[in-house]
Antibody, heavy 117, light 107 residues
Framework: QVQLVQSGAEVKKPGASVKVSCKAS????????MHWVRQAPGQRLEWMGS????????KYSQKIKGRGTMTWDTSATTAYMELSSLRSEDTAVYYC??????????WGQGTLVTVSS | DIQMTQSPSSLSASVGDRVTITCRAS??????LNWYQQKQGKAPKLLIY???RLQSGVPSRFSGSGSGTDFTLTISSLQPEDFATYYC?????????FGGGTKVEIK
């Protein structure tokens, strides 16, 4: 069955960078785009961007463009999301999610990123 | 960006009740509307896609309807495991956006 397994929780200082990984199994990695969605405490879900390893395409939300980098390693069936110049507002649970088109059938377990001095 | 507005933001209901949650888009999204259920500390789960199509494995007490800008999620007979937060999401145009959520609590 499809599984997305993310890396563990991170605590970072303001201005630092964080890199979260998401290992996919149970399907051909290049079949679906991989999306990153975050949820700040008490807030709604926010789409950050996506990668499509099959066609080598990435898309970013305007909010993180310039600070976010999404990459992948096809041989390792792993996607990565790096966010730089962290600020307190980036404290959130970060999810990878995948599925057909823009329907998120499969989700990772989430990675809590805490930004605090 | 397309704005998604859900109502109510929370509701209290009893087991067996019929529950309806609404979602409004700031422009027409045809039927590109998904519904997710999120339990505390867990990832969201896709319940309904394309406004009215039940995801495989989701109980038939869940149903979705609507088109254009107005959509509803209905739980025909609320069960104990349905107490959670529900989010709508438009998949019509990136950036995809989510509603603010509706928390369904036990009365």
């Amino acid at each position: 069955q499809v599984q997305l397994v993310q890396s563990g929780a991170e605590v970072k200082k303001p201005g630092a960078s964080v890199k979260v990984s998401c290992k996919a199994s149970g399907y051909t990695f290049t079949t679906y785009a991989m999306h990153w969605v975050r949820q700040a405490p008490g807030q709604r879900l926010e789409w950050m961007g996506s990668i499509n390893a099959g066609i080598g395409d990435t898309k970013y939300s305007q909010k993180i463009k310039g600070r976010g980098t999404m990459t992948w390693d096809t041989s390792a069936t792993t996607a990565y999301m790096e966010l730089s110049s962290l600020r307190s507002e980036d404290t959130a649970v970060y999810y990878c999610a995948s599925g057909l088109n823009w329907d998120f059938d499969y989700w990772g377990q989430g990675t809590l990123v805490t930004v605090s001095s | 960006d397309i704005q998604m507005t859900q109502s109510p933001s929370s509701l209290s209901a009893s087991v067996g009740d019929r529950v309806t949650i609404t979602c409004r888009a700031s422009q027409s999204i045809i039927a590109y509307l998904n519904w997710y259920q999120q339990k505390q500390g867990k990832a969201p789960k896709l319940l309904i896609y394309a406004a009215s199509r039940l995801q495989s494995g989701v109980p038939s007490r869940f149903s979705g309807s609507g088109s254009g800008t107005d959509f509803t999620l209905t739980i025909s007979s609320l069960q104990p495991e349905d107490f959670a937060t529900y989010y709508c999401q438009q998949s019509y145009s990136p950036p995809v956006t989510f509603g603010g959520g509706t928390k369904v609590e036990i009365k």
